[in-house]
């Protein structure tokens, strides 16, 4: 899959993602993974590759398809797809404040 650029800012009327951890700005990658920024400003990789390729991906077993994957959305500061899957901001925030990287598995 080539690499994309799809920058999405959170858009819900009337909520304001004032929280530090909520995704201000996603991009989808290649490869399963997301660049992501946060309202604080940090900002960091995700890397979904094994986590959809899991044997037990549940929802994120629909990621597989490149497509479907960049379909990544913002849901109120948190990246979520049309199938209902979803990220946890506060761990992204946590992992990608640590090291730069948040390996989801």
């Known amino acids: 899959m080539p690499s994309q650029t799809i920058t999405q ?11 530090p951890w909520r995704v201000k700005t996603v991009q989808v990658l290649s490869e399963w993974r997301l660049s992501v920024t946060f ?14 390729h899991a044997p037990d991906a549940g929802l994120l077993a629909e990621l597989k398809d490149e ?33 730069g990287i948040w390996r989801v598995e």
């Open 67 to 99: 497509s479907y994957f960049a379909l990544a959305y913002l849901d109120y500061g948190a990246v979520a797809w049309p199938n209902g899957a979803d990220l946890a901001p506060e761990a992204m925030h946590d992992a990608i404040q640590e090291t």
């Open 9 to 19: 800012a959170d858009q819900a009327l009337g909520v304001i993602p004032a929280a």
């Open 39 to 52: 309202n604080d400003g940090v900002s960091g990789l995700v890397d979904l590759s094994e986590a959809i």
